[in-house]
């Protein structure tokens, strides 16, 4: 079972083929829906606002925290990787949270 904070190696064919993603969602998730939600991490030189860089991890990149993806990772081939460590998680989470938020109005 992939829980949160899991690299795995999975094959999203015919996207991309093996591609590194993590898993950002509670286990509730995958506990009664069989999903999970990922990001996937790049290897890219880009600088963005929600691309974080892996830290404390043998696997290198970015994590690309605007491009979610649920994915039923029982119904295809995957590969456990690596759990990142406690503290790149919680930043992984607080980063990507931005995207669920309510906009604001603008001040005229």
Known sequence: MVRQGDIIKINLNPKQG???????????????????????ISNTSRSYPLYVSLTGTETTGKVLLDQLVTIDYNARKY??????PASLLTKLLET??????????PTN
Not at 24 to 40: C, G, K, Q, W
Not at 96 to 105: A, L
């Open 79 to 84: 590969n456990y990787v690596e759990t990142v």
């Open 18 to 40: 093996y591609r590194h993603y993590i898993c950002l969602s509670h286990r509730l998730v995958s506990d009664y829906a069989n999903i999970a939600v990922f990001a996937p």
């Open 96 to 105: 990507v949270k931005v995207i669920f938020q309510k906009n604001e109005k």
